[in-house]
């Protein structure tokens, strides 16, 4: 992760709820992990395989998405990250 991207993050986790912000924290480093990519190479084609190869629970879908989010803004990206898919439709 590049270190501006890596301050920001940080800077957004001293503040609020520490366990909820360091859990999304640990969110954002599991996707990019998992993308195994440069940050900025990171687009919506890999979110989808990302909620597509992973079976996540409603409640765990919806706190990646936070995270995701939370990436999505941080980066400056312009539009929304694709949200997860709907349970229900599956």
Not at 56 to 80: C, H, K, N, V
Request: proline share 8%; with cysteine.
């Amino acid at each position: 992760m590049n270190q501006d991207l890596f301050f920001q993050l940080h800077q957004h986790a001293r503040k609020g709820g520490k366990i909820a912000r360091s859990r999304q924290l640990k969110r954002v480093q599991a996707f990019i992990k998992w993308c195994a990519r440069d940050p900025r190479q990171i687009g919506r084609r890999q979110v989808h395989e990302f909620y597509r190869t992973h079976n996540f629970a409603p409640t765990t879908a919806r706190d990646y998405d936070s995270a995701i989010r939370l990436l999505w803004r941080t980066m400056g990206r312009a539009g929304e990250p694709p949200r997860p898919p709907d349970p229900e439709q599956s």
